[in-house]
């Protein structure tokens, strides 16, 4: 990713709309779609600059790595424990342990072997354990956007079940969701294109667009888990080992 747009993660990630909205509706698919134990263990796969691990946390006894150390010694700060050095596909620690649920939000995207990190993260779940992702979806909606972050993928919906399933997984639901904004990205992407203007990093938008742009693509957390969306600019799944 571009060092500009890797370090508006750590600006942003408190009060942007995106990453408040995208929170909820994680939270909402834990709820609804995973089961865990009263002393579940977790582990955050490539954290980033620890926008989730708070959330994460609420539901049990949280680990996680990231590969960036500039991100991974704040987000440490946040997590009040070292948060692990880590690569994927096969350089992420956690040899041998047993975890509950293994959230990977918007990561593999990132990732040339997609199906080989997946394998990876399957050795450190428990027998029924379950991993949560979310992921960029539809390919024509490829852009500068993706670029600037450094993407190597855009996901279909049969695309990421497929990954899954060549991983070992067995998947229990796979669905779009930030679909109520999709026509408005889907305008200014095309606007982009017909008119040539180049994509800008990612910035702040005013308090009031930012706050009703968040309650729009909140108010999904109550579809979440419950209906499969059409289209979306994002996907999610669930999935378990067996």
Request: glycine residues 8%; proline residues 4%; contains cysteine.
């Given at each position: 990713?571009?060092?500009?747009?890797?370090?508006?993660?750590?600006?942003?990630?408190?009060?942007?709309?995106?990453?408040?909205g995208r929170r909820k509706i994680i939270s909402e698919?834990?709820?609804?779609?995973?089961?865990?134990?009263?002393?579940?263990?977790?582990?955050?796969?490539?954290?980033?600059?620890?926008?989730?691990?708070?959330?994460?946390?609420?539901?049990?006894?949280?680990?996680?790595?990231?590969?960036?150390?500039?991100?991974?010694?704040?987000?440490?700060?946040?997590?009040?424990?070292?948060?692990?050095?880590?690569?994927?596909?096969?350089?992420?620690?956690?040899?041998?342990?047993?975890?509950?649920?293994?959230?990977?939000?918007?990561?593999?995207?990132?990732?040339?072997?997609?199906?080989?990190?997946?394998?990876?993260?399957?050795?450190?779940?428990?027998?029924?354990?379950?991993?949560?992702?979310?992921?960029?979806?539809?390919?024509?909606?490829?852009?500068?956007?993706?670029?600037?972050?450094?993407?190597?993928?855009?996901?279909?919906?049969?695309?990421?079940?497929?990954?899954?399933?060549?991983?070992?997984?067995?998947?229990?639901?796979?669905?779009?969701?930030?679909?109520?904004?999709?026509?408005?990205?889907?305008?200014?992407?095309?606007?982009?294109?017909?008119?040539?203007?180049?994509?800008?990093?990612?910035?702040?938008?005013?308090?009031?667009?930012?706050?009703?742009?968040?309650?729009?693509?909140?108010?999904?957390?109550?579809?979440?888990?419950?209906?499969?969306?059409?289209?979306?600019?994002?996907?999610?799944?669930?999935?378990?080992?067996?």
């Open positions: 990713m571009d060092a500009v747009a890797y370090h508006s993660l750590r600006d942003l990630q408190d009060k942007h709309w995106w990453f408040v698919l834990i709820r609804r779609l995973v089961t865990l134990p009263k002393r579940a263990r977790i582990l955050e796969a490539g954290c980033g600059y620890g926008g989730n691990l708070a959330m994460l946390g609420r539901f049990g006894d949280l680990d996680a790595f990231e590969y960036e150390e500039g991100a991974r010694n704040y987000a440490s700060g946040l997590l009040n424990k070292p948060v692990a050095p880590g690569f994927l596909p096969d350089n992420i620690g956690f040899a041998g342990e047993a975890f509950d649920l293994v959230a990977m939000l918007d990561v593999l995207e990132h990732i040339d072997d997609d199906v080989g990190s997946l394998r990876t993260l399957r050795e450190r779940l428990r027998d029924g354990g379950s991993i949560l992702i979310t992921v960029p979806a539809v390919p024509w909606l490829w852009s500068e956007h993706d670029e600037i972050h450094h993407h190597k993928r855009r996901y279909t919906k049969v695309g990421l079940k497929k990954v899954l399933q060549q991983a070992g997984f067995e998947v229990a639901d796979v669905s779009y969701f930030n679909t109520l904004l999709f026509p408005l990205a889907l305008a200014q992407r095309l606007a982009s294109r017909f008119s040539g203007k180049k994509f800008a990093a990612d910035t702040m938008p005013n308090r009031f667009v930012n706050g009703v742009l968040e309650r729009i693509f909140a108010f999904e957390n109550r579809l979440a888990g419950r209906i499969n969306l059409p289209i979306g600019l994002s996907l999610y799944a669930v999935a378990r080992r067996v």
